[in-house]
T-cell receptor, first 109, second 113 residues
Framework: GENVEQHPSTLSVQEGDSAVIKCTYSDSASNYFPWYKQELGKGPQLIIDIRSNVGEKKDQRIAVTLNKTAKHFSLHITETQPEDSAVYFCAAEGNKLVFGAGTILRVKS | DVKVTQSSRYLVKRTGEKVFLECVQDMDHENMFWYRQDPGLGLRLIYFSYDVKMKEKGDIPEGYSVSREKKERFSLILESASTNQTSMYLC????????????FGPGTRLTVT
């Protein structure tokens, strides 16, 4: 079945810097790759997603890239702000949605 | 505004007790999911349902069952709670079966002593 690995497990950046979270997946049939953000005390919330027919997608300060050949995808957050501090989950969907282990992002002001 | 609610934020139960976790969504979604969240393991799917009275096993169904009698409500049942079921439980719903946003509730932190 699908296996999703996510790195790093924790990431600390200075406010204004960029943050990058990387994920790899095992099932070449996977075709949908969402990213969720979980703030303290809340459930995860979708922040951006990408489908296999697209290599890159951007939404304001957030961007996701997908390399289907290498089976990896990444989340890029530019100009980080304290409110970006949260746990971020990547996921990959082939015949089912499988989540990565999560990355704790801390933005220091 | 989309909303998924879970009956309890925190729950403490004893080993062997029968535990019910309730989830309600107000978006008329047909698809509902139960996950457990553990540090370092991410979200793992326990059960899901694509329609009323329909259920499918996820990746870790052992020790759990579910009930979906109404479209808006999806219940997770721990028939005989054990300490290894101490975890955060998240309910989600989605408009489509695949490749679409899932809306999550705030979670229930269950402790089994």
């Amino acid at each position: 079945g699908e296996n999703v690995e996510q790195h790093p497990s924790t990431l600390s950046v200075q406010e204004g810097d960029s943050a990058v979270i990387k994920c790899t997946y095992s099932d070449s049939a996977s075709n949908y790759f969402p990213w969720y953000k979980q703030e303290l005390g809340k459930g995860p919330q979708l922040i951006i997603d990408i489908r296999s027919n697209v290599g890159e997608k951007k939404d304001q300060r957030i961007a996701v890239t997908l390399n289907k050949t290498a089976k990896h995808f990444s989340l890029h957050i530019t100009e980080t702000q304290p409110e970006d501090s949260a746990v971020y989950f990547c996921a990959a969907e082939g015949n089912k949605l499988v989540f990565g282990a999560g990355t704790i992002l801390r933005v220091k002001s | 505004d989309v909303k998924v609610t879970q009956s309890s934020r925190y729950l403490v139960k004893r080993t062997g007790e029968k535990v019910f976790l309730e989830c309600v969504q107000d978006m008329d979604h047909e698809n509902m999911f139960w996950y457990r969240q553990d540090p370092g393991l991410g979200l793992r799917l326990i059960y899901f349902s694509y329609d009323v009275k329909m259920k499918e096993k996820g990746d870790i169904p052992e020790g759990y069952s579910v009930s979906r009698e109404k479209k808006e409500r999806f219940s997770l049942i721990l028939e005989s709670a054990s300490t290894n079921q101490t975890s955060m439980y998240l309910c989600a719903s989605s408009l489509y079966q695949e490749s679409y946003e899932q809306y999550f509730g705030p979670g229930t932190r269950l402790t089994v002593t």
